[in-house]
């Protein structure tokens, strides 16, 4: 255990390259920074005078419009009906529809009652039952409890 590698050092050269090469590396850091805030600065600028551009156009569109109708619109004056040669016209059979009627609802109304579906004992559903037959009866059971929990006040 006492046979551990001795710690690592840096030789005076080493640590000259190595400072040399941070001071590359921040300037170029400090390049790209300004390149890329000169870029955001360009595109910002070509949306504002984008928005500006079209913000002109729809403006000078609006004030067209609304200088276009005052001076073009004038009403057409009103035909006159043609008379129409007098002749007996032959009258077209209406379409048939065919509408179901309702029957008339009874007097009294009665409701019907829904027969109530026992479940089979325990033993007879477990013996010739398969997993997937009691999965489904549980989901069933815990849907009606839930059912009866939310309903039930």
């Known amino acids: 255990m006492e046979d551990t590698k001795p710690k690592r050092t840096l030789t005076p050269e080493q640590l000259q390259k190595l400072a040399e090469a ?21 595109k910002k600028k070509e949306k504002q005078e984008k928005r500006e551009q079209t913000y002109k156009t729809v403006m000078e569109l609006k004030q067209k419009k609304e200088e ?6 004038e009403k057409p004056a009103p035909k006159e009906p043609t008379p129409e040669p007098e002749e007996e016209p032959t009258p077209e059979p209406e379409p048939v529809q ?16 829904r027969p109530i ?6 033993e007879e559903l477990y013996d010739n039952a398969s997993i997937e037959m ?7 059971q815990t849907r009606q409890r839930l059912h009866n929990d939310i309903f039930s006040y």
Not at 68 to 73: A, Q, S
């Open 98 to 113: 065919n509408m179901i009627k309702k029957p008339p609802p009874p007097k009294q109304f009665i409701r019907s009652q």
């Open 134 to 140: 009691l999965r489904q009866q549980f989901y069933h």
């Open 117 to 122: 579906r026992r479940p089979p004992p325990d």
């Open 22 to 42: 941070r001071k590359k590396a921040l300037e170029a850091k400090k390049q790209n920074k300004e390149i890329t805030q000169f870029e955001k600065e360009n």
């Open 68 to 73: 276009t109708p005052k001076e073009t619109i």
